[in-house]
Structures are given as structure tokens and as C-alpha cells.
């Protein structure tokens, strides 16, 4: 049975060029250039709550990064490093050598593709666990927050919301989905692209920003809470593919779009004034920008059909202690 150190030695040991010292000592070693400032997220998956325990080890290993990720793009910051905890079953330890690797490969790729250093974490044995904290520099002062969104601003959504939540309700059989469906929904439940580049980019545009997790509804609900300010969306402007369209005049696929989460899409604000520079942006970037709304003064947030009616829905978000 492999111990501790041999997993860690084995799978998790990788060069850190962007640190001062890497994995193998009581503490990492780190140094954010000049004139900059910390960004540090942690975001735990458990099997069974987050992910099936079967879920595919390299699309797992990728998605506990790219959830990470995304939470630095909300902030503007340039990912750098990670640690990284695991607990892993006994018998899966024992036996199961190819899951860590696996898992240790879709976790370097993406790490390997966005230049971020794991540069420390633990093992255990447990509950399969995983835990990424990530660290990621930002100009000082400059980071984007929740609480900048100001009455008058557009609201915002990169790429298109919804797929990931349609796959994992057709994976629970909630819904049935068509092959093609599944092929076009799936990768945004596995396999999500955190915006990183845009997020930096967005520094400077973005009046406030917030990582699409539990929901539009949930976080859209975080940067009106932290602005102390209203909103109206609407729906129909909310960008989605040609699977979320054909099934969404029923209330499930509603449900998706609107507080399914697991996009890691950015919805942000930004005043009028910026709307060309966010347009050539989305050029730029080849990533879909599109206003969906706008922030008001006041509280709540209203979304509406095509008709102008109010959208009610019974589910704000995913809410971890009540599913
Ligand atoms: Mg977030």
C-alpha cells in the first residue's frame, strides 16, 4: 500500500518555477512580483455531494482546479499556485494506483496550461475529499469585488449558462437528453473553462464581478447583497445553447439556466459607457459577452419572460446544507 509520502512523491512532486520553494519542505515558499497583492480561494468537493464516486479521475482532477480558477478570474487575479488535499479512501489507495494517476494528470494539465505551482497540500485517508486552495496575484487594489455594482450598470454573463446543471439532471434521470444533447452538455459539467483571461482583462471595465457557481440567480444575488442595490434580468436574453433552448419551456430547464450553477461563467456589471470596449473584449477573447439586465437602486432581483411577466422560482441556488 503506497504511504503518504509515496503518493505524494509519486504523483504530486512537480517542479514549481514560480515559487521560491515547492512541495517537500514544512511550508511552501512564495513571492508576488512588485505592486502586487494576494488572491487566496479554497473550494472543496466531496464524493457523493459534488461529484459521483465513479466520476472519471482526469476530468476530476481538471475540475478541482478549473472550480479554483474561476474563483480567481472573479477576482481579476492571474492564478500562480496551489496546494492541493486529498483524502482518499483505503481501499483506493491499495489498489487503485491508476486513479491517482489519472487524477494527477487532468490536474497538472490544466495547472500546466494556466503556468499555476502546486506547491504544498496533505494526503489522508478518508471519504474521498479533494481541496484546492489557490493562490493568485492581482495589482493592488485593483482586484474585482462584488461590491462595486452600481445603479445604472449593465449586467453582464460570459459564454452561456445552464448546460452543466441540463447534463447532471439528465445524469439523475430528471430529465432525458438526446445524444447530441449529451455531447453538448456534458464538457460544461466535466470540464468547464474558468474565464482566467478575461477576468484579468475585465480589471479596469468591470465595475463588480462574481464567478457563476451555485447559480445566476444565487451569485447575481451575491453582488446586489454586497452593492446594496436591485436588478432586473431578463431571461430571454440569457445566452444558452441550442440543447438548453429546445427544453427550456419547461420549468426543470428554467431551473437550469437560472440557479442550476456549475457554470464558472462571470456575470459582472459595468457602466453604459464601456459597453464598445466590453464588446471588442468579447471579440478579442472570441468569448460570448451579453448584457442580460441592469443593476437598480434599491433591493431584490426581478428576472422576466419574453412577455415582461416575473419569473418565480422555488430554487434560489445550490445551498450545500440544504439539498
Ligand atoms: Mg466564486
Redesign the pocket.
Known sequence: MLSEFDIIRCYFSRPAPGAVLGVGDDAALIKPARGMEVAV?T?MLVAGRHFFADADPRKLGYKSLA?NL??MA?MGARPRWATLSLALPEPMVRTDEKWLEAFADGFFGLAHAHQVDLVGGDTTCGPLTISVTILGEVAKGKALRRSGARPGDDIWISGHLGDAALALAHEQRRIVLEPGEIMECLPALHTPAARVGLGQRLIGLAASA?????GLLA?LGHILKCSKVAAVVKMGDIRCSASMKRHLPQPLAIECLLAGGDDYELCFTAPRARRKTIETLSLEQEIPLTRIGRIREGGGLVVLDAAGNTITLETKGYDHFHV
Open positions: 480561494s473550494d472550480v474561476s474563483d472573479a462574481i464567478d457563476i457557481s451555485d451569485d
